[in-house]
């Protein structure tokens, strides 16, 4: 089993910047890829952007490129989401999730374990 605790919401204007934090614990001697999804209200959730489990294969949805940055922290079993140039559309509840294998892509359905979600509200 993982645990996964989200943290570094919050309320932030138009072209500002959050850090979003997940840590795991639990079975963290396996080797997992990471990922960060967001569902808005009345919204599907939806794919953010994944990480290779030693970091070097990063992969992002369309909308984010260039804005937010996967990074992962193997020591402190830590994994990030730097988002800049935040939009109101970014405004959501952000989940991060760990796939039991080396690379994970934008399918919810290949990730096992999920964090309970930080809100992330952009105002205009």
């Known amino acids: 089993q993982v645990q996964l605790v989200e943290s570094g919401g919050g309320l932030v204007q138009a072209g500002g910047s959050l850090r979003l934090s997940c840590a795991a614990t639990?079975?963290?001697?396996?080797?997992?890829?990471m990922g960060w999804f967001r569902q808005a209200p009345g919204k599907e959730r939806e794919f953010v952007a994944a990480?290779?489990?030693?970091?070097?294969?990063?992969y992002y949805r369309n909308s984010v490129k260039g804005r937010f940055t996967i990074s992962r922290d193997n020591t402190k079993n830590t994994v990030y989401l730097q988002m800049n140039s935040l939009k109101p559309e970014d405004t959501a509840v952000y989940y991060c999730?760990?796939?039991?294998?080396?690379?994970?892509?934008?399918?919810?359905?290949?990730?096992?374990?999920w964090g309970q979600g930080t809100q992330v509200t952009v105002s205009s």
């Open positions: 639990g079975r963290t001697s396996s080797s997992y890829a």
């Open positions: 990480i290779s489990w030693r970091g070097e294969s990063t």
């Open positions: 999730a760990a796939a039991l294998t080396y690379y994970s892509g934008s399918n919810a359905d290949d990730y096992s374990y």
